[in-house]
């Protein structure tokens, strides 16, 4: 059984724990699975068939040991298939603001989406408590009406890791930026 290696850069937890969700699922599929935390092990490792990568965002942007993670592997990323997910707060903001922060373009993660050309990169919400926030981002963040909260979608996240369970192992004809 080849080996897919899931890895995750995180600040507070949540998109470590997505990543742990996508490997447990990945392993209930069949697949063989490592998970792997960037900020501690800032090479990717030989052996696997293929690649979930995913970062937490702050400010617009992957944490910077993921961002150079990509820059640094990106010739032993090509060389696999790869699918890219970013945790965020788009279900954090209020209802008017949300759909078009779903879909509004982060240039530099578009940017690492362009370098790896991923079978897909797909958008999680994830977890924004008052204290990961200063006082003035809790100012910011109360007058734009954005609530506080866990909104990881368990659901979505299986349905994602259970679409790549079935495309390891496919020919990567279907290799392309498919960002959802
Ligand atoms: C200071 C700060 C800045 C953030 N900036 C963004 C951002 O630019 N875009 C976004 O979608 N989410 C942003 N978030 C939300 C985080 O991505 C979200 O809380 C995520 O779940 C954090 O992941 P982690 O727990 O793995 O660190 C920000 C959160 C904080 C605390």
């Known amino acids: 059984m080849s080996l897919v290696r899931v890895l995750y850069a995180s600040e507070h937890g949540s998109t470590e724990d997505i990543a742990r969700r996508i490997a447990a699922r990945l392993a209930a599929h069949g697949h063989r699975t490592e998970v792997g935390d960037i900020k501690v092990s800032p090479r990717l490792e030989p052996g696997s068939a293929a690649v979930v990568l995913g970062s937490a965002v702050y400010g617009g942007a992957w944490l910077p040991p993921a961002e ?9 990323l090509g ?23 779903a879909r509004s ?8 989406v362009e370098l790896l050309r991923p079978r897909a990169h797909h958008r999680f919400s994830g977890v924004i408590r008052p204290e990961h926030l200063g006082r003035k981002g809790r100012v910011i963040f109360r007058l734009l009406f954005c609530r506080y909260g866990d909104f990881r979608n368990w659901a ?25």
């Open 156 to 180: 979505e996240i299986d349905a994602w890791a259970d679409r790549i369970a079935r495309e390891v192992g496919v020919p990567g004809g279907v290799r392309g930026p498919g960002a959802s």
């Open 68 to 76: 150079a993670f990509v820059r640094r592997e990106v010739a032993a």
């Open 105 to 112: 373009e982060q240039p530099r993660i578009s940017r690492l």
């Open 79 to 101: 060389a696999q298939p790869v699918w890219m997910f970013s945790v965020g707060l788009t279900a954090a903001l209020p209802k008017p603001l949300r759909s078009l922060a």
